[in-house]
């Protein structure tokens, strides 16, 4: 059972909640003014590991026919038989059913807008069969973490989730164009639509570029809207310089750190900024 346990959380990539999940805690925090309490925190966890494992699981499924292709995800569980596709469409029944379970624990706007988060989460695995700006729509997805958070504490749509909603999606867009400067002659290649397949990586490392520009205002703008105090504005500047960095490791002819771009710089930003929330709300609300 540990073996099968640890093949689900490789195909999921578990590891990648840290992108997520402290946003989705920022919205809590920010919505409640400070500590929500631990069974709100503990509830919103639960649909959010859910929600994302089933994405990356219907991801995997409807990918299969790309990634046995791929020299890249040739290892990926799915592809190698550690899992099967029967399992898998198990597992996607389950994790949704205990993401609308969490959210009908939330509160009634959470229940009645989950299976619309389902619906979008799902959708993007499809984008880049027909369109190229599915980076977007993937950083849509993550940008409703916040979003989520918020409304998971107080069910009305404000303006400071809205601009962490913004930020988050072009945070996720400008990283996602640079993951996918790996795989733009695959794409091509294969009729798949990516910025970099169809515009070429220097158009996407200028695109992922003016994204994150992007980020850091909206970023700003929400701690501004939200009114938050010092720890948050100087945590913003900090992210700002941290996605300076980010496109300093990545160039035409080097893409030998999009790994430690992707995986530990965005992870220190995430948390970075959940953090600030946290402690800006606890020093000066």
């Not at 639960?46 to 994405?55: I, L, N, Q, Y």
């Not at 799915?78 to 939330?106: H, K, P, Q, Y």
């Amino acid at each position: 059972m540990l073996k099968s346990l640890i093949v689900i959380c490789r195909m999921v990539k578990i590891e990648h909640s840290v992108f997520a999940l402290p946003f989705a805690f920022a919205g809590a925090f920010l919505a409640a003014r400070g500590w929500p309490g631990l069974w709100p925190l503990l509830v919103l966890t639960v649909a959010m590991v859910a929600v994302r494992s089933f994405a990356m699981g219907f991801n995997r499924l409807v990918d299969l026919d790309i990634d046995r292709d791929n020299p890249r995800t040739q290892d990926r569980p799915l592809v190698t038989g550690e899992l099967s596709r029967g399992f898998t469409m198990v597992f996607l029944a389950a994790m949704a059913a205990i993401f609308v379970g969490a959210c009908a624990l939330m509160n009634p706007l959470c229940l009645l807008l989950s299976p619309v988060a389902l619906v979008w989460s799902a959708f993007y695995s499809v984008c880049k069969r027909f369109t190229k700006w599915c980076h977007f729509v993937l950083g849509s997805v993550l940008g409703l973490a916040p979003v989520a958070g918020w409304l998971s504490i107080e069910p009305v749509l404000t303006l400071p989730a809205v601009l962490l909603f913004f930020g988050v999606t072009f945070w996720v867009a400008g990283f996602d164009l640079l993951y996918a400067c790996q795989d733009r002659r695959f794409d091509r290649e294969r009729g798949l639509h990516s910025i970099p397949a169809r515009l070429g990586m220097k158009a996407a490392l200028g695109i992922s570029t003016l994204s994150h520009l992007v980020t850091g205002i909206f970023f700003i703008l929400a701690g501004w809207a939200a009114n938050l105090g010092p720890v948050y504005m100087v945590a913003s500047l900090v992210i700002a310089a941290i996605l300076l960095v980010e496109h300093r490791l990545i160039s035409e002819d080097d893409m030998n750190r999009v790994n430690l771009a992707f995986f530990t710089l965005n992870g220190v930003i995430s948390v970075l900024l959940f953090f600030a929330v946290a402690l800006d709300l606890a020093l000066y609300a």
